[in-house]
């Protein structure tokens, strides 16, 4: 159920029931040469249909924006900021806790937003609701090692070839091309991280200053398949549909 396809009314006698609403939480960036800019919205938006079909869980309209300071260099990125991501959160959570939803599920599709819902979901916790972040890539990898990945690689892009595969653009696939390290002893070894005696430090930098190339991780997306994207996309869904079903028994505190 879409929040912005409800009358006042109907949206009301779900709340004298129910206390559960989703929020797709994406971005606009890079995701290497091969992937449109959409990933990050496009994926959770695949998935709240998808959800959609297991539970009846209203669903907020969704936020294509994100907070990606640091890939502003590639074009077509546009970065929100964290202040910005952080009021237009408060604003619409209020409103929810408003009209009666004690439980509020962000279905993110971006790892730049996380510190941000981190604040949010602690100042609603404050309030007595309580802030779920349903990072879709983390779960995927956990549901089964083998989906995990990095940015823009074989995870995301398997994932936007069940979405689409028209968005993905096969022959620019190019390879990682970390450069610019920043020294001999501290080569860069993926995203914000250089690398002394084994140990990884992070060093924030604008993407464009350690890779030519959007897509950073282990996962090649050469070897991404539309078979994959769908079995992951279906077990996280599945995942999903279990995991609200039993929010009932969720006791908040």
Same mark, same amino acid.
């Given at each position: ?5 409800m009358?006042d009314?109907? %949206? #009301?006698?779900?709340? =004298?029931?129910?206390?559960?609403? &989703? /929020? ?17 919205t ?49 604003r619409? %959570? #209020?409103?929810?806790l =408003?009209?009666?939803?004690?439980? &509020? /599920?962000?279905?993110n ?7 941000t819902?981190?604040?949010v ?9 309580l802030?779920v972040?349903l ?6 990898g956990?549901l ?9 690689g074989?995870e ?5 070839l069940a979405?689409n595969?028209?968005l993905?653009k ?20 993926g995203?914000?991280q250089?690398?002394f005696?084994g ?11 350690y890779?030519?190339?959007g ?5 090649d ?14 077990a996280?869904?599945?995942?999903i ?12 505190l």
């Amino acid at each position: 159920m879409r929040l912005n396809e409800m009358t006042d009314w109907e %949206t #009301e006698q779900y709340f =004298q029931e129910n206390d559960t609403v &989703i /929020l797709t939480i994406g971005c606009l960036e890079s995701h290497g040469s091969h992937n449109v800019l959409g990933v990050d919205t496009l994926i959770p938006e695949k998935l709240l249909s998808m959800i959609e079909e297991r539970t009846e869980v209203i669903a907020a309209p969704g936020i294509p924006y994100g907070v990606c300071e640091d890939m502003t260099s590639f074009p077509g990125t546009i970065s929100i900021g964290e202040d910005c991501m952080y009021m237009l959160l408060t604003r619409i %959570t #209020e409103g929810l806790l =408003q009209h009666g939803a004690k439980k &509020i /599920l962000f279905l993110n599709g971006h790892g730049g937003n996380i510190p941000t819902l981190n604040r949010v979901c602690i100042e609603l916790n404050k309030r007595g609701a309580l802030g779920v972040q349903l990072n879709w890539w983390v779960m995927a990898g956990q549901l089964n090692p083998k989906w995990a990945g990095g940015h823009g690689g074989g995870e995301e892009t398997a994932a936007m070839l069940a979405v689409n595969p028209d968005l993905v653009k096969t022959d620019h696939i190019r390879s990682m091309e970390l450069i610019n390290d920043l020294g001999d002893q501290f080569p860069t070894i993926g995203f914000d991280q250089i690398e002394f005696k084994g140990v990884g430090i992070p060093i924030p930098r604008e993407v464009t200053r350690y890779t030519s190339n959007g897509w950073i991780g282990p996962d090649d997306p050469k070897d991404a398949t539309a078979a994959w994207g769908q079995e992951m996309l279906t077990a996280v869904a599945d995942y999903i549909g279990d995991f609200i079903k039993n929010l009932p028994r969720m006791v908040l505190l």
